[in-house]
């Protein structure tokens, strides 16, 4: 019997960056753009950085906070982020220019998990919650599989990445408050027409409780596998704090698992 | 050669620097080198399995941060057949951290924890005691005498107090731990603190009640390790906003022997390392060739700066 060495866990770096674009986008977004090292440059879809944002005027923040992959960029050696502008730590991040140095953490936590043999996968994101899905289309199409993106915003215009899917060979679909479309009872029978029209193998869902349980519906009435990468504030971003835990239901029971080390990706059926 | 070994009764520690209880867990081996630390200090286990305190758990003030996590637990069995197993890869000594509501229970888990992998017992006394008033043990000397003195009577390893500054006189409850056997205090545990939300008017953690940890606590800590070196002859480990060289320096010229750095790991997870390598530096440019030499060292007479003396 031959022994098998163990799967030997991929390192995590605190590493000072450089910053490469800083780019404002529609409304409160921005695009952000750093080089990292190879141990950065691993990162898979639905990992997340822990950055250590600068303070801003009277902003004295003393904790990291935690972004997505928005994207690798192995041939330039950058990874980017996009995030929008909510408060203390986003604001010091949103006045970094390009030449300044960054520091990040990572990468951290379970990102998506791929099953190689589906063929048609959903992106439901609300807001900045599809920066956090958008690596998983280029990684999905890289592998022939078919992604629609759906992108869930308050008005049309604050759709998140919407050009970035296209150009990765996604079809996006907009819904907005607006118009009444991004409402889940006019959702879901969107949604249920392209499962029953196309066939969907796998959903991932970020940014929205209700964009979550309509997830779990469709998972329990049509067996369809589904992800959520969930959100909580962090202080340590890798397990060690206990801040971040949330409550999941498993076997019947109520356990709590922390966002940033069993997550932040969850299955479907698990997430409270 | 420059010397770095401290000694923490019959414990003797390659260096003076180790992780606080709860702000350091399984996964940093991925992060920073391990077998560099002084100790490493496992989370705080209780007998039973907790969940811990509702959400939110978290949120900042200047110069730190304010949690309530409230010791969610595994309980001894999980401790004893994953923890203390997942370390004893590591070069380090593993320091168990209990805690528990009677003086009792205290007793019957440091007995449990007799086990090969484990070098000594951390007792966080800032839990309730449910039988007398449900406030911390550490709040009052009987109980932390009490409960000590029957965690000494259940094991044989090295038992370290750890105290709660959220009392009048740290002193008191030093001497208490001290009659009660401990072998080391560690001084402290968090100050009670709280935040409300000026937009909603409700209390920013679900405790409504937290622990104010991060640098903005060095003075007060540092304050209570001097005064507890005063106090008794027990190695103390001071714990309290250290996140540089400096800080922990800082506490050892005030008494302390060793440092446990806490909230600093969320901020810059390398920041044990980065203290024990500037250490020798630090101690060569000041002439001195151990890191004991600077115990309790404070030039206490000196104080005042000369040019602000020259304008008075
Ligand atoms: C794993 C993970 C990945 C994330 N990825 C992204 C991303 O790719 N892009 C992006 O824009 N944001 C992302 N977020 C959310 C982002 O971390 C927060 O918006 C950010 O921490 C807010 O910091 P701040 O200092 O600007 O705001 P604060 O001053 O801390 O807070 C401002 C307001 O935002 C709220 N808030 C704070 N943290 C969060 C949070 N985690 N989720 C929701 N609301 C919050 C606060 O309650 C407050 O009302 C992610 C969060 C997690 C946990
Ligand atoms: C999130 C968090 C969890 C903690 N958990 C424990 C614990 O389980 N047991 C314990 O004795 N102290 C616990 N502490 C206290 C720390 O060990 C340390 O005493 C305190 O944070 C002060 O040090 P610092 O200012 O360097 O953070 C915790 C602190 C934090 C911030």
Redesign the pocket.
Known sequence: MSTLSPIQPRPIRAEVCRVVFNTPLHGP?RHLAVTASATALAAMPGQ?FQLL?PGQGQ?R?TLR??????RVDHARGQLE?????????????SGLAAGDELDIFGP??QGFRLNMQWRHIVLLGR???M??LAPLAETAIARGMKVTAILSAARPELAVAADHLRAAGAEVRIVNDADGSAAPEWLEPVLRQIVTEQGVNFIAT?GSGRLLRLVRRLHQEFGIDGQV??????AC?IGSCFC?VRPFVVDGQTIFKR??QE??VFAIQEAA | MIDLTVRIGSLILENPVMPGSGTFAEGMERVIDVDRLGAIVAKTITPDIRHGNPQ?RLT?VVGGMLSSIGIPSKGPDYFCAETVPFYARFKPPLIASISASSVEAFGKLAARLNTPGIAAIEVNLSCPNLEVNGRAFAMFPEATRDAIRHIKESTDRPVWAKLTPNVGDITEIAVAAHEGGADALVVANALLGMAIDVTTFRPKLGNVMGGVTGAAMKPVILRMVYQCAQAVPLPIIGCGGISSINDAVEYMLAGATAVQVGTANFIHPTTMIDIIDALPEFLRRHGLTRVTDLIGTMRANEAADPSWAAVG
Do not use: N
């Open positions: 977004y997340f944002c902003d923040h906070r935690p972004m997505s992959v928005y982020f996009l995030f929008k502008i909510v408060g203390a730590g986003t604001r010091g991040l951290l936590g807001g900045a919650g920066a956090t970020c990468a969930l959100e909580q504030p962090m971003g971040c966002v940033c997550g932040p | 939110p900042e």
